[in-house]
């Protein structure tokens, strides 16, 4: 609903927000849980279901997402978080490692 003046736009988001907080705070938790964990699983995939390292196969819960590159060592646990078309385009900068070689990697 397209609002003419500004303030009274914010003014009834914020009432409704504080009326709806405890739902608006659970939905937005739930969404982003499901997210997340949609995201995880289809980078995993892409990036071929295995350690590049070990070459074996584990769940899912095993592997992190490591940064060929270094740059960006902290960017990954917010990777989850970005849009689908970013993690897409990181795709060819990220390697699939199991948590033990991830260690070691970072080690080094």
Do not use: Q
């Not at 504080?18 to 289809?42: Q, V």
């Not at 980078?43 to 390292?53: A, D, Q, R």
């Amino acid at each position: 609903m397209p609002w003419k003046d500004k303030e009274k736009a914010r003014i009834y988001w914020m009432k409704w927000y504080y009326k709806n907080k405890k739902y608006y705070n659970k939905y937005k938790n739930i969404l982003r849980y499901k997210n997340t964990k949609a995201k995880r699983n289809w980078l995993i995939k892409e990036l071929g279901n295995k350690c590049k390292k070990c070459g074996k196969e584990y769940p899912n819960v095993v592997f992190d997402v490591h940064h060929i590159d270094g740059r960006n060592k902290g960017d990954t646990e917010y990777l989850y978080l970005e849009s689908w078309d970013n993690i897409k385009r990181k795709l060819p900068r990220l390697m699939l490692l199991c948590a033990n070689c991830h260690r070691i990697e970072h080690k080094k």
